[in-house]
Each structure stands twice: as structure tokens, then as C-alpha cells.
């Protein structure tokens, strides 16, 4: 059975693989836990190690012979040169004084030496000569005056067959002398001679190299895994960011969403009221206040909406906001309040966070237009200072903090908490007095345009 069929093989070999997931990832742990000249420091120690584990068993052993040598005499000392096995000389009408060339071959290659200078003998064949008593065996072989390159390679041949034959004869003739002298110390009586012959066997010269590559593996793990943890621990942290982002604005729309509940039906309870009144005294006022009061709750319910959501609204949106809601309210205070809104057209479709300047305006009609018996004016507008979106909203009321139904500064204080998420330090809130009394609240935000979603040049 297969290990692939085989449920206990299988369920040893995911052990096994979940093991060495583990250890791999406690081994790089403890890698980038450590310091670089620490590292090099056990680098160094592992490659030491390594050299001396080389050299020591398991790794490696020696193992001792001993030879014994029966003949009881010294070693037989090396021969001294034999002389050529083979000469090879072309016969030549040499002149008195003429030098000629000598090639020998042995069992040590082939010589070519120059020759004595030539006799002043008539030139005629050479004759072979015998070796000598005692001499070495050799070989002369005379080529005669114009021998072609044939008869010089069977001669060749013929001197390499002597050389096998006299080499053969002289190991015979010493093997059997060797004999001989074995047999005649045994006779003799004569002690044999040992020798102790120790060998080395090595398996571990490939330590060192072992250990090399350990240490590169090891380097590389350092500095890819290393990184790795950084850009795991940003991600975690950058989640944990946007998660703690996304609560403080839920608890800020929270806010938000709860105040706009306390002051919308309040507001929307005053203009049912006033548009009970106006049917009775002034029917053709009434209706307008009904279509604004209409126009208002349109335009104000998608942006409550996505306001919770926090996505991006543009400018235009809220301004559909704050028309109707400042015609309801000229409509209740008639001429006391004056209105103005002044934002460009190019302005409109720049981004804006939703519900602010509804708040602003109503914490100037409320706090500094209601309160003062001639009422005032309030104005909206908008433009663009330093690559920033500016949108301020000022009255010609009793002034900032002065009216007896001043509020505790909730309203500003969430909204500067929303920038805040929002935009980071790129967007701020101000409050200062208007010119000739009344107070202005800017806010400036970042100037991008959701038509193309870039910011503006």
C-alpha cells in the first residue's frame, strides 16, 4: 500500500512537516533576535568546530599494518640506470670530425644525444653488435645509408617486442632471487624484519564547506525574514490604527448623530408650527415654507446618511442644505435676518465633510442672530488660501459667548475631534470676532476635487 492510501503515513508526514515549519520559524526567530557581530562571532566558532570535527572520529580514523619481511635482510637498494634497450643509428659517410645524433629507447622514454665526433672511416653498413657478458640487454639497431621510414618503423616495432621479453626475464630473474633469499633465512634461522604501516581514512573534509554554506543560508534567512516580521508588525499596526480610527469615528458620528436628533426636532417642530400659523394669516408664506421645509428634509436625509458612513461629500451638497434651511428661518424672522452665500462655481464639487457648516449656521442663528432684537446677517462663503478649501461662516450678531443661551461648545469641539480624524493636522478650526461685532468660524480643509479625485493645482 502506497503512503499516498496509507492514513498513518500521511499523518506522520504532516507532523513532520508542521515540525519543521516550527523550527525553521523558531530557528529565523532566534536569527533576527540576535545582533550582526554575534552572528559573525558564532560563525566564526561554527567554522572552527568544523575544522577540528574534520579531523577527529566519526569523521575520521587511522588504522595500523603491520608488514612482515621473512628474508630478514635489509631493503634491497634501487638499481642503478639501465643502460638503453634500444639504439637506433643511421649509418652515414661521416667526414673526420663530423658530430652525429643518437636516439635511445628506454623504459624511460626516448633520448636524442649527440654522438662523439665520427671516425674518418670509409662509410659502409654497420654491423649489429651483442651485448656483453654482464652488461644490461640491449638492442642496436643499424639502418643502412637512405633507409626508408617503413623499414625505421618495423625496427622500432621489433626493439619494442625485445624491451617486453628483457623486462619480463629480469622480473622473473629477481622474483626468483627473491625467493631464494627467503628460503636461505629460513634455513639460517634469521629473524624477520616488520614494519608497521598506519593509513588514514577521512570522511569529513566536507565540514568546512558544510559549515559555509550554513552560514550564507543562515544570513539570508536573518535578512529576509527580518524584514518580513517589520512588514507583518506595520500591518498589524496599521490595522490596529485603522481600527481604533474607525471607533473614535463612530463614537464621534455617535455624537454627532445624537445632537443632530436634539436639535432637528426641535427645529422641525417650530417650522410645523410657524406654517400652522401662516396658513391662517398668510397662506402664500406658508406654502413657500412648506417647499422649503420639503427641500430640506431631501436634501438633509441622504446627507445624514452618508454622514454616519463617513464617505466624502462635496460642497454643492451641503449647500443644498443650508438654503432651504436659511429661507425657513428668514421666513420666521422676516426681516431681521439677511443672508448671503457666496461660493464660486468652480468651488462646488470640492470635497467637504458633511454636516459642519449646517452646524455652524445654526450655532449663528441660535447663539448670536436670535438673541439680538434687530437680528443681523450671516454670510457663507468659500475660497481657496494657500492650496487649502475655506469655509467661513459669519454673523453680525451680540458676539461670541455673550448670548444667554449660549451653548458649552460641544458643537465646535466635535467638529474639531471629526478634522481631526479626518485629516490629521492638514485641517483646522477657527474662531475669531467679525469686523463691526458678530464672530466668524472658518474651517479650512485640504482642497481636493472630487471630480477627478486629485487636489487642486
Do not use: C
Not at 507532523?15 to 533576527?32: K, T
Not at 637498494?77 to 649509418?91: C, D, L
Not at 639502418?143 to 623486462?167: D, F, Y
Amino acid at each position: 500500500m502506497s503512503d499516498a492510501n496509507n492514513p498513518a503515513a500521511a499523518s506522520r508526514w504532516q507532523r513532520f512537516a508542521a515540525g519543521s515549519v516550527r523550527g525553521f520559524h523558531a530557528y529565523a526567530g532566534w536569527l533576527v533576535g540576535i545582533s550582526w557581530w554575534r552572528f559573525a562571532l558564532l560563525s566564526i566558532l561554527l567554522l572552527a568546530v568544523a575544522a577540528i570535527l574534520q579531523h577527529i572520529p566519526p569523521f575520521s580514523w587511522t588504522s595500523s599494518e603491520v608488514v612482515v619481511d621473512t628474508t630478514g635482510s635489509p631493503p634491497t637498494p634501487p638499481r642503478p640506470p639501465r643502460e638503453p634497450a634500444v639504439r637506433i643509428e643511421k649509418s652515414k659517410t661521416g667526414k673526420p670530425g663530423e658530430r652525429g645524433y643518437e636516439i635511445k629507447i628506454d623504459e624511460s622514454g626516448v633520448r636524442i644525444t649527440p654522438k662523439a665526433p665520427a671516425a674518418s672511416t670509409p662509410g659502409a653498413a654497420s654491423a649489429a653488435s651483442a651485448p656483453s657478458a654482464g652488461e644490461n640487454p640491449s638492442i642496436e639497431i643499424h639502418l643502412p645509408p637512405g633507409a626508408t621510414s617503413e623499414a625505421v618503423r618495423q625496427a622500432v616495432e621489433e626493439a619494442r617486442r625485445s624491451i617486453a621479453e628483457a623486462i619480463q626475464e629480469a622480473q622473473d630473474d629477481a622474483k626468483d632471487e627473491a625467493d631464494a633469499a627467503r628460503e636461505q633465512a629460513q634455513a639460517d634461522g634469521r629473524p624477520a624484519r616488520r614494519s608497521v604501516r598506519v593509513r588514514t581514512t577521512s570522511f569529513g573534509d566536507f565540514l568546512p564547506e558544510l559549515a559555509l554554506l550554513w552560514i550564507f543560508a543562515s544570513a539570508v534567512v536573518k535578512i529576509t525574514y527580518k524584514r518580513q516580521i517589520q512588514a507583518e508588525a506595520q500591518a498589524a499596526q496599521a490595522t490596529e490604527t485603522a481600527e481604533a480610527e474607525s471607533l473614535k469615528r463612530q463614537v464621534v458620528e455617535a455624537r454627532m448623530a445624537a445632537m443632530q436628533a436634539q436639535v432637528e426636532p426641535h427645529f422641525l417642530f417650530n417650522t410645523l408650527a410657524s406654517i400652522d400659523h401662516l396658513i391662517e394669516t398668510d397662506p402664500a408664506r406658508a406654502s413657500t415654507m412648506q417647499k422649503n421645509l420639503i427641500a430640506l428634509l431631501r436634501a438633509s436625509m441622504p446627507t445624514l446618511r452618508e454622514a454616519g458612513d463617513g464617505g466624502p461629500r462635496d460642497l454643492k451638497r451641503e449647500l443644498e442644505v443650508i438654503r432651504p434651511y436659511l429661507a425657513i428661518l428668514k421666513v420666521r424672522m422676516e426681516d431681521r435676518l439677511r443672508t448671503e452665500i457666496d461660493v464660486p462655481e468652480g468651488l462646488q464639487s470640492a470635497e467637504f465633510p458633511a454636516m459642519m457648516i449646517q452646524t455652524l449656521v445654526e450655532n449663528a442663528i441660535k447663539h448670536g442672530l436670535e438673541p439680538k432684537p434687530e437680528g443681523g446677517s450671516l454670510s457663507v462663503r468659500a475660497e481657496v488660501q494657500h492650496g487649502k478649501l475655506a469655509v467661513t461662516v459669519a454673523d453680525s450678531g451680540i458676539g461670541f459667548g455673550k448670548a444667554a443661551t449660549a451653548g458649552t461648545g460641544v458643537g465646535l469641539a466635535n467638529i474639531r475631534e471629526r478634522l481631526a480624524l479626518l485629516y490629521g493636522n492638514k485641517a483646522t478650526l477657527s474662531v475669531r470676532e467679525s469686523a463691526g461685532g458678530g464672530t466668524a468660524v472658518t474651517i479650512t480643509v485640504p482642497y481636493k476635487s472630487l471630480d477627478n479625485g486629485a487636489p487642486a493645482a
